[in-house]
């Protein structure tokens, strides 16, 4: 088992950042990829980034493509989120999940998942 923490969310202006946080705990010795996802009011779940176990490959939807990035510290088990020139777009519900083995866009790859980070950004 491997439960996962998000923190770091919060209410940003448009054209601000925030960093969210992701830690793991538990059975962190396999191989994970680790992925965000978000959920906004009346919307259905989507996918804004993986990162592969290494922290050597990486993909985004394309809404957030130059703008967030996410990496990952093995040491702390700890992922990240760096969110730069926020928009009201992407105010939702931040969701970090973890995958065995390669993660890739699709919910139904990952197998843990964390509570979530409300972010809200105001125009």
């Known amino acids: 088992q491997v439960q996962l923490v998000e923190s770091g969310g919060g209410l940003v202006q448009a054209g601000g950042s925030l960093r969210l946080s992701c830690a793991a705990s538990?059975?962190?010795?396999?191989?994970?990829?680790m992925a965000w996802f978000r959920q906004a009011p009346g919307k259905e779940r989507e996918f804004v980034a993986t990162?592969?176990?290494?922290?050597?490959?990486?993909l985004y939807v394309d809404s957030v493509k130059g703008r967030f990035t996410i990496s990952r510290d093995n040491a702390e088990n700890t992922v990240y989120l760096q969110m730069n020139s926020l928009k009201s777009d992407d105010t939702a519900v931040y969701y970090c999940?973890?995958?065995?083995?390669?993660?890739?866009?699709?919910?139904?790859?990952?197998?843990?998942w964390g509570r979530g980070t409300q972010v809200t950004v105001s125009s």
């Open positions: 538990g059975r962190t010795s396999s191989n994970y990829a």
């Open positions: 999940a973890a995958s065995v083995g390669y993660g890739g866009r699709s919910a139904g790859s990952y197998i843990y």
């Open positions: 990162v592969n176990w290494s922290g050597t490959s990486t």
